[in-house]
């Protein structure tokens, strides 16, 4: 068996489904992406739990290419926020084009992202488009889509704790790489503030 554990399916009646599918959708549809977190903490077990859910994502010959690194220090937190909003200066000076900017602009963003420092935690998701096992590259595959599904599996998990998330991608987002100390196998893919 390897360690792996047997699926057992729960037999479930077409009324109980039709009723289950519909009580989920109505509840998730009420997610929302956020910009205005308070304070207020998270204890790291629930930010734990939520990690432990996104990592039961399917993904590519069960490699789990991803790493989640949680972040609530106060002094790395600033720090991605003063490399976020450098490289989001740039973005909204110099990179985006008029038609970007002109999606954006319902949405009110600029390059201020004081979020970073508010929300009690930042989920930093990397990608890993191979291990490193013995001093040795292994292949990881389909390492976008697994780490994708991976991003929303982690988003319900943050909404069914009753708190709430923004997917943030400062682009590029090789600070994060840096600041954080990850190895040469890993690349930023997402930046998620979460809380309240």
Same mark, same amino acid.
């Given at each position: 068996?390897?360690?792996?554990? =047997?699926?057992t399916q729960v037999?479930?009646?077409?009324?109980s489904? /039709?009723?289950?599918a519909?009580?989920h959708?109505?509840?998730?549809? &009420?997610r &929302?992406? !956020?910009?205005?977190?308070?304070?207020? =903490?998270v204890a790291?077990? *629930?930010v734990?739990d939520i990690l432990m859910?996104a990592?039961?994502?399917?993904?590519?010959?069960n490699k789990?290419?991803? /790493? %989640?690194?949680? !972040?609530?220090?106060p002094?790395?937190?600033s720090a991605i926020?003063?490399?976020a909003?450098?490289e989001?200066h740039?973005n909204?000076?110099n &990179?985006?084009?008029a038609d970007?900017?002109?999606?954006?602009a319902p949405?009110? /963003?600029n390059?201020?992202k004081?979020f970073?420092? *508010?929300a009690?935690?930042?989920? !930093?998701? %990397?990608?890993?488009?191979?291990?490193i096992s013995?001093g040795e590259?292994r292949?990881n595959?389909y390492?976008?889509?697994s780490?994708?599904?991976?991003?929303?599996?982690l988003?319900?998990?943050v909404?069914e704790a009753g708190?709430?998330a923004l /997917?943030?991608?400062?682009? =590029?987002?090789?600070?994060?790489?840096k600041i954080?100390n990850?190895?040469?196998?890993?690349? =930023?893919?997402l930046l *998620?503030p979460?809380?309240?």
């Amino acid at each position: 068996m390897n360690g792996f554990i =047997p699926y057992t399916q729960v037999k479930i009646d077409q009324q109980s489904m /039709t009723q289950r599918a519909l009580e989920h959708y109505l509840n998730i549809s &009420r997610r &929302r992406s !956020v910009r205005d977190f308070s304070s207020q =903490p998270v204890a790291a077990s *629930i930010v734990r739990d939520i990690l432990m859910a996104a990592s039961t994502a399917p993904s590519g010959a069960n490699k789990q290419p991803w /790493t %989640f690194c949680a !972040v609530s220090d106060p002094v790395i937190k600033s720090a991605i926020r003063q490399a976020a909003e450098q490289e989001e200066h740039e973005n909204y000076h110099n &990179r985006m084009s008029a038609d970007w900017l002109s999606d954006l602009a319902p949405l009110g /963003t600029n390059e201020n992202k004081e979020f970073l420092e *508010i929300a009690p935690w930042l989920i !930093v998701v %990397f990608k890993k488009s191979y291990d490193i096992s013995n001093g040795e590259k292994r292949k990881n595959y389909y390492v976008t889509e697994s780490v994708g599904i991976s991003c929303g599996f982690l988003l319900e998990a943050v909404y069914e704790a009753g708190l709430v998330a923004l /997917t943030h991608t400062p682009s =590029p987002m090789n600070f994060l790489k840096k600041i954080l100390n990850r190895p040469e196998n890993e690349t =930023p893919f997402l930046l *998620i503030p979460i809380g309240y």
